[in-house]
C-alpha cells in the first residue's frame, strides 16, 4: 500500500500520477465492522471493475477543527495503526488529506472537483451518513449530482447490531466506560494498542501513541502479544497517569525484558478505582437517579 499525505490544494504532480480507483471515503476510527463493510463493498468494486482500491481519510478529526461538539483528539486506532489495518484489507492507495480550516471552508462541488475526479475516482463509496465540503453541505444524496456523470456513486446504508447503530461514538462510549469486553462484537477484533515492552519478571511498562483511546479507570485483564511472546496479566488504568505509558503485572513470570512492536489487547474489565460509588462499567444517568 502506498500512503500519499494531500495538502490543500493537490499539487499537480499528485493529480497527474494518480491511477483510476474506486476511492472509500470516511474517518474510519477504529475500522470497526461499519467501515469495514464500506472497505469490502469498494474493494469488490475494484476487482469487478478492474481498478485500484483507495480509501481517503483525515490525519485530524474534523471536530478540531470545526468548533462543533466535543472534539476528538485521541483515536481508537491513531494514523499509524489505520494505515496498517487498511492494507491487511488490500487498500493500493491510502491517500490522508491534512484538515485545516481552508479545507473546511472548500464547497462540496470543488471538493468533488479536485479530492475525488482530481485523484481519478471512477466509482466513489461511503456511508449513507457522510457528508463533505463546507459545513457539511455535500452528502450522499448530493454527491451523484456534483460528480456530474464522471465518476459512479455506492451508498452503504447503516450496519446495525444488537439494534444498534455500529459507529465510532458506540466504541468510545464502550472503551470509556471500561466494557471493552463488549468491543470485538462491532469491532471484529478485541480492542488493541501497539507499543513497546520495557521490564522483566512481573512487572512491566507498555508505552505506546498518546494519541490511543484510554479505557477509563480501573483495573483490567490483558493479553500482551508479539510474534514470539504471548502473556497475560493485569493493566491499571488511573485517573492520573504519564502520557503514553501504562504498567502491566503479569500473571507470570516472563523470560523476556523487552518487545518492540507489541500488542495490548484489552480483554475484560476486573475492577474499579478511586471511583467508590460509581462504577466503571455502570450508566451514569441511571448511577445518579439511584444515588
Known amino acids: 500500500m502506498i500512503t500519499i499525505p494531500i495538502k490543500h490544494h493537490i499539487t499537480n504532480h499528485i493529480q497527474e500520477n494518480s491511477q483510476p480507483c474506486v476511492m472509500a471515503l470516511g474517518f474510519f476510527d477504529g475500522v470497526h465492522l461499519g467501515h469495514q463493510k464500506i472497505i469490502q463493498t469498494a474493494k469488490k468494486l475494484a476487482k469487478d471493475k478492474g481498478l485500484k482500491l483507495a480509501v481517503m481519510t483525515f490525519a485530524q478529526h474534523p471536530s478540531s477543527v470545526i468548533p462543533k461538539g466535543p472534539t476528538i483528539t485521541n483515536?481508537?486506532?491513531?494514523?499509524?495503526?489505520?494505515?496498517?489495518?487498511?492494507?491487511?484489507?488490500?487498500?493500493?492507495?491510502?491517500?490522508?488529506?491534512?484538515?485545516?480550516?481552508?479545507?473546511?471552508?472548500?464547497?462540496?462541488?470543488?471538493?468533488?472537483?479536485?479530492?475525488?475526479?482530481?485523484?481519478?475516482?471512477?466509482?466513489?463509496?461511503?456511508?449513507?451518513?457522510?457528508?463533505?465540503?463546507?459545513?457539511?453541505?455535500?452528502?450522499?444524496k448530493q454527491l451523484p449530482i456534483d460528480s456530474k456523470g464522471r465518476f459512479e456513486v455506492t451508498t452503504v446504508s447503516k450496519f446495525e447490531k444488537h439494534e444498534q447503530k455500529v459507529s465510532s461514538t458506540l466504541l468510545r462510549s464502550l472503551i470509556s466506560t471500561g466494557r471493552v469486553e463488549e468491543i470485538p462484537q462491532y469491532l471484529g477484533r478485541s480492542y488493541e494498542m501497539t507499543g513497546d515492552i520495557e521490564g522483566k519478571g512481573r512487572t512491566c511498562k507498555f508505552s505506546f501513541d498518546p494519541t490511543y483511546y484510554i479505557p477509563s479507570p480501573g483495573q483490567y485483564e490483558v493479553t500482551i502479544i508479539n510474534r514470539m511472546v504471548q502473556a497475560k496479566g493485569i493493566c491499571e488504568v488511573k485517573s492520573i497517569h504519564r502520557p503514553g505509558q501504562l504498567t502491566i503485572t503479569f500473571f507470570d513470570e516472563v523470560l523476556f525484558e523487552d518487545l518492540k512492536d507489541a500488542r495490548l489487547q484489552w480483554n475484560n474489565f476486573m475492577a474499579d478505582f478511586e471511583m467508590d460509588a460509581l462504577h466503571a462499567q455502570g450508566d451514569l444517568r441511571e448511577l445518579e437517579m439511584s444515588l
Open 75 to 140: 483515536f481508537i486506532t491513531p494514523l499509524s495503526e489505520k494505515a496498517e489495518v487498511f492494507e491487511q484489507f488490500g487498500v493500493d492507495f491510502l491517500y490522508v488529506v491534512d484538515f485545516t480550516k481552508e479545507v473546511a471552508k472548500v464547497p462540496h462541488q470543488q471538493f468533488v472537483d479536485q479530492y475525488l475526479c482530481g485523484l481519478n475516482s471512477k466509482h466513489v463509496v461511503a456511508g449513507f451518513d457522510y457528508k463533505y465540503g463546507f459545513k457539511g453541505q455535500g452528502d450522499m
